[in-house]
């Protein structure tokens, strides 16, 4: 995961240290996306009567972590957004191949800002979170781009996938 570590990381190595050991904890070993569910009737290009219903948008979000998982391999790291945040567990809860996501809450801002930085990209509404994700240069999309992708079947071409190199950071 350290392989795609950024140069100036906006956290120590002991605050890396401790997302890392939650990301152990919670059994994810490898690449991963960093999936922060939000209401999608704010999005645009989103069908409002669609996607209005509580329940269809968390089908849809347990579908993308489905479908990122099918087609890119990588694993999903569910986290609450700032703000208008869907539970997390009910995500978990309706998708299909719940062996490779978790769910880590209660993130202090340091621990997040280190999962953004060692992700392959990151999925949500929340606006702070896309902001910091574009600062770190992260691939990241909003949930209207990543259902442009579904539609097209290309969500693989969303998340590249690093090559695994030396370990720059010490954490």
């Given at each position: ?8 990381a ?11 050991r ?25 069908d ?37 945040g ?12 719940q ?26 509404g ?26 097209g ?14 370990l720059?950071?010490?954490?």
């Amino acid at each position: 995961m350290l392989a795609n570590l950024r140069q100036l990381a906006p956290c120590t190595p002991a605050e890396m240290a401790s997302a890392l050991r939650r990301l152990h904890q919670a059994g994810i070993r490898r690449g991963f996306v960093l999936v922060a569910p939000t209401a999608l009737p704010r999005e645009p290009l989103m069908d409002l009567a669609e996607y209005g219903d509580p329940g269809r948008e968390l089908h849809w979000w347990s579908g993308l972590c489905d479908l990122i998982q099918e087609q890119t391999g990588l694993g999903v790291v569910l986290v609450d957004a700032a703000h208008a945040g869907l539970e997390l567990a009910r995500v978990l809860d309706g998708a299909r191949l719940q062996k490779r996501i978790a769910v880590l809450e209660d993130l202090t801002r340091a621990e997040r800002s280190a999962l953004l930085d060692i992700s392959r990209g990151v999925c949500t509404g929340d606006r702070g979170l896309l902001i910091e994700a574009r600062v770190l240069e992260a691939p990241n999309y909003e949930p209207w781009e990543a259902h442009a992708a579904i539609l097209g079947e290309v969500v693989h071409d969303l998340f590249p996938i690093a090559a695994s190199g030396a370990l720059p950071a010490s954490a």
